[in-house]
């Protein structure tokens, strides 16, 4: 009798696992990197490692329809005549027209008028459909200073100077050929068809002195009457004084820099805040933090680590439509499915937002996409104002540090909060 040979499971490895042989593999076969929409995928210290403390003795909580617990957000009122007046502490990041479609930017400006907040252009200036459907828009100023207009910074509500974004801090936009529509290269004064990289700095400065004067220039150019914002990729939060982490999402930019540079978001608030605190401009000036906001757990963890409004992109896109399992056999036919649908640089979006396929561009109907994104922001308000009152507080500024706990010895260190069931934080903190 032959007794058969007993095998061991196939065994795949953690260092080499199914998605680095496969790269490896497409790397070679290429000889190209890979690019991507998104954020990193890669499990990092996120929101998730955070718990509130609810009220109880020590502190009571406010009654859900009584008493009042207020959203508003003002931003740039210390130094613009004009500043922006929110009705929730949740705002639509800078996603440019080229990444995103006409259409998009109408669903996005639609959405976020309906609750009160603020759209921000991107990279490829503004559209008349973005301007048009925005109450409140925030105008770009890219280091590329594609799209650039004068006559667009006095046309908007408020002017953010980019240095950086989260999912690619230190390194330029892309947007590749597939996506320079006429309309497109025409907004970017650049030739049809043709792949294009953005600047990674800005041309015309070398160092913190020239963002002086910048900021002084935007100022004079539009009297004084709008707030400027300063974007910067989270990478030395402290000296930097970060908006958006590793997590930040981005239209397309190589996989690489995704996951290796730049720090997750929740690592940078607290540096960033302290940065404001030394400075004596905490809450004076405004901190708006993006980079993978999901939900308004994540919203309410933001602004009680001393953030005063978040911005959102990905989350918006989703709710616009964005990797909708009725979707599924189209995106199978790209060879991906709901859920990982990250190609977003290739224009074939079987929703119908980041291409410029004028038939793909079709299926998002911006009235029904902006309903939709409306119903999101309103839960994320929601749900924002829902924790505040559980923790006592009248209006979701008051949320802090105070009210948090991490679940991990990592999570506690970088949010400097007591790791959960003791009163410890771990680490010195030299900033
Ligand atoms: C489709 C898309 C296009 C983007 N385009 C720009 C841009 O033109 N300028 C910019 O500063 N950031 C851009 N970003 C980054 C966002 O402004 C924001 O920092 C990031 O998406 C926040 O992270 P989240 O997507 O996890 O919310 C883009 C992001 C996405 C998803």
Redo the contacts with the bound molecule.
């Keep these: 009798m032959t007794v058969p040979p007993i095998r061991t499971e196939p065994r795949v490895s953690s260092t080499f696992d199914r998605y680095t042989i496969s790269e490896i593999q497409r790397a070679a076969a290429t000889g190209i990197y890979d690019i991507r929409?998104?954020?990193a995928k890669r499990k990092l210290p996120s929101f998730d490692d955070l718990l509130f403390l609810g009220a109880s003795i020590s502190r009571y909580p406010l009654e859900g329809y009584r008493e009042k617990c207020g959203t508003d957000v003002v931003l740039g009122s210390r130094f613009a005549k004009k500043p922006l007046h929110l009705r929730t502490p949740v705002t639509i990041?800078?996603?440019?027209f080229g990444?995103?479609s006409g259409a998009a930017k109408e669903a996005l400006g639609r959405g976020a008028s309906a609750v009160g907040t603020s759209t921000?252009t991107?990279?490829?200036g503004m559209t008349a459909e973005e301007r048009g459907h925005s109450s409140l828009l925030v105008y770009?100023y890219?280091p590329s200073r594609y799209g650039m207009n004068p006559d667009d910074l006095r046309r908007a509500d408020a002017i953010e100077i980019?240095i950086g974004?989260?999912?690619k801090p230190g390194g330029g936009?892309m947007l590749l050929g597939q996506k320079i529509s006429e309309r497109v290269a025409k907004m970017r004064i650049l030739p049809e068809g043709i792949d294009q990289r953005s600047a990674s700095r800005h041309p015309d400065w070398t160092g913190p002195d020239d963002l002086e004067i910048k900021i002084e220039e935007l100022r004079e150019i539009t009297d004084w009457q709008k707030p400027i914002y300063v974007?910067v990729g989270a990478s030395r939060p402290y000296y930097d004084t970060a908006l958006?982490g590793m997590?930040?999402?981005?239209?397309a930019t190589q996989e690489v820099f995704i996951e290796n540079v730049g720090i997750p978001t929740l690592a940078a608030i607290r540096p960033a805040v302290q940065a404001l605190e030394e400075l004596g401009m905490h809450r004076k000036v405004q901190l708006i933090v993006?980079?993978?906001?999901r939900n308004g757990a994540d919203v309410a963890k933001a602004l009680a680590l001393g953030a005063d409004a978040v911005?959102?992109?990905?989350?918006a896109?989703i709710a616009l439509g964005d990797n909708n399992p009725q979707l599924e056999a189209e995106y199978q036919a790209l060879g991906t499915t709901a859920g990982a649908y990250d190609d977003?640089h290739e224009g074939r979006d079987p929703a119908g937002i980041?291409t410029q396929d004028p038939e793909l561009a079709k299926r998002l109907d911006p009235v029904l996409g902006g309903r939709r994104l409306a119903n999101f922001l309103s839960v994320l308000t929601l749900e924002t104002q829902t924790i505040a009152r559980a923790c006592g507080k009248s209006h979701v500024h008051n949320l802090e540090p105070e009210d948090l706990v991490a679940l991990t010895v990592e999570a506690a260190a970088i949010a400097r909060v007591p790791l959960v069931g003791t009163d410890w934080i771990p680490g010195q903190h030299r900033y």
Excluded: E
């Design positions: 929409g998104g954020g990041a800078g996603m440019s990444a995103l921000t991107g990279d490829g770009q890219l980019v974004q989260g999912a936009g974007k958006a997590q930040g999402g981005t239209a993006s980079g993978g906001i911005a959102i992109g990905t989350a896109l977003w980041t």
